[in-house]
């Protein structure tokens, strides 16, 4: 397959996609086997691992996608090695006489099995994150793809297989995702062997280190902030509240989680065009009504869910009946992300990215101080409720942003919508009846309408701009 060719772009598009598919399948049978309180430990597992990896890294493997086409392989492979395994040994030497108390601070019991699979799994990690890198630099989409999708199938069979024997709890799937990472890390050392085996101690070089963690520095905290937005609000309901409140919210958002699919599939033609058409000095026009048609489009994306919200309990066992009851609020935060960054692409267009950390580190800052107060006095409700507005505001941010250092693509329509949600994300969650269902549905055909028509009037200017 050609590099750069149509059927590899959508190859690589396809590995988060059908994982999520299969993601769609391990919800239910996991929810079904574990309980509410296991299922939040489990949760708590997953976001440590995510944030050990993030720190030990300190943003090299960006450094190392930045330089790959600049540097020989085996130079730049160890070069960027270096900082995460000094810190991974560094992090396990210092943990490993205190795996009783980190487990009593993480899990609330003092059997430090998880802590070991937890160290057990830095090793592991790297060598899938870097060979996998190395893999999508060298373009093999279809071999990126299979082995993300090889994860997931691997979870979801253990998972099966193991409950037909056993009682499944939390420290058991946390050993299934443990494998999963194994057998995912060999396979991908097989396939990039050629440029493991390359790796030579003499390789190392002081000055290269230095120039790769010159650019990855100032990344590390926006990559630190991405985790706090994603993770903060389990943290604080692991301390303030209880395992059983961390497990509600967690099935909740791993059922939203789901909408970030299309947020990958958005971005990877939205950007390359906005690009484009900016190089091209398109007219304003264009870039206004393309994002108004996103935007519609994941506006009645979000309609459809809220119409069918109650159908989602199928995803999870009835234990977790509470968890949908959050979704008409927690949508805001996959579809906010998204709609962010289809109004905020002009701070990438000017270069002012270091806005989008500003603004990520505001919204991080009212999640954690408002946080606090919403989650002792509401447990998940409460989390779900101030994820929502962080992400509203995030969203605003952007919006406003975008347009001092770029162009106005249409505020005043964008805000409208924004209230319109709002607005129907909070009938549906007060009163989940027909009459909720039917006042949506009607707004949904509403957009639809202005979809079509708004998409004729940008037919119309691509028409006379191709004349």
């Known amino acids: 397959m050609k590099k750069g060719s149509a059927a590899n772009i959508l190859s690589f598009i396809s590995g988060p996609i059908i994982s999520a598919l299969i993601g769609l399948i391990t919800i239910p049978v996991t929810t079904h086997l574990l309980s509410v309180e296991d299922f939040g430990k489990l949760n708590l597992f997953l976001i440590t691992q995510t944030f050990i990896y993030m720190f030990i890294y300190l943003a090299m493997d960006h450094s190392f996608v930045r330089f ?5 392989g085996s130079s730049l492979l160890v070069n960027t090695l270096v900082i995460p395994v000094i810190v991974t040994i560094i992090l396990i030497g210092s943990t ?5 108390n980190i487990s009593q601070l993480l899990f609330g019991t003092n059997d430090y099995l998880l802590v070991v699979c937890l160290l057990v799994s830095i090793p592991f990690g790297i060598l899938e994150r870097f060979s996998q890198l190395i893999i999508r630099m060298e373009e093999k989409g279809s071999l990126f793809a299979s082995l993300i999708i090889f994860s997931k199938l691997i979870i979801l069979t253990l998972i ?6 056993i009682n499944l709890n ?20 097989v396939f990039t062997f050629s440029h493991w085996k390359r790796i030579k101690m003499k390789d190392i070089n002081k000055n290269e280190i230095l120039k790769f963690l010159k650019f990855s520095i100032p990344m590390y905290p926006s990559t630190l902030m991405v985790w706090g937005l994603n993770s903060i609000t389990v943290v604080l309901l692991r301390f303030f509240s209880t395992y059983n409140e961390v497990g509600i919210y967690s099935a909740a958002t791993r059922v939203t989680n789901i909408i970030n699919v299309l947020q990958s ?3 990877s033609f939205w950007l390359p065009i906005v690009y484009r058409w900016e190089g091209e000095k398109k007219p304003h026009k264009i870039f206004e009504l393309s994002a108004k048609i996103i935007i519609i489009s994941t506006s009645l994306c979000f309609i459809f869910v809220l119409m069918f919200r ?5 995803l999870l066992s009835s234990s977790y009946i509470e968890a949908i009851s959050l979704l008409p609020i927690l949508l805001f935060v996959p579809f906010m992300s998204l709609n962010s960054e289809i109004v905020g692409i002009g701070i990438n267009i000017k270069n002012k990215t270091y806005l989008n950390t500003i603004f990520s580190f505001i919204t991080l800052l009212i999640l954690m101080g408002l946080g606090i107060f919403f989650i002792n006095e509401l447990g998940a409700l409460g989390a779900a409720l101030i994820n929502g507005v962080a992400y509203v505001l995030f969203y605003l941010m952007k919006l406003i942003g975008s347009s001092i250092v770029w162009r106005n693509l249409g505020s005043n329509f964008f805000i409208s919508n924004l209230l319109i ?19 949506i549905s009607a707004v949904g055909v509403v957009y639809l309408i202005i979809c079509f028509i708004t998409l004729l009037r940008l037919k119309t200017i691509l028409k006379g701009e191709f004349k």
């Open 96 to 100: 490993i006489f205190q795996l009783d």
């Open 265 to 267: 599939a958005v971005m």
């Open 68 to 72: 790959y086409n600049e540097s020989s």
């Open 310 to 314: 109650d159908y989602f309990i199928i």
């Open 421 to 439: 949600l709002i607005t129907l994300s909070t009938l549906e969650y007060l009163l989940n009846n027909l009459i909720s269902i039917i006042f």
């Open 170 to 189: 939390y420290i058991l799937v946390a050993i299934i995702y443990l494998i999963s990472q194994f057998l995912s890390a060999t396979l991908s050392l």
């Open 160 to 165: 099966i297989i193991f409950s037909l024997f």
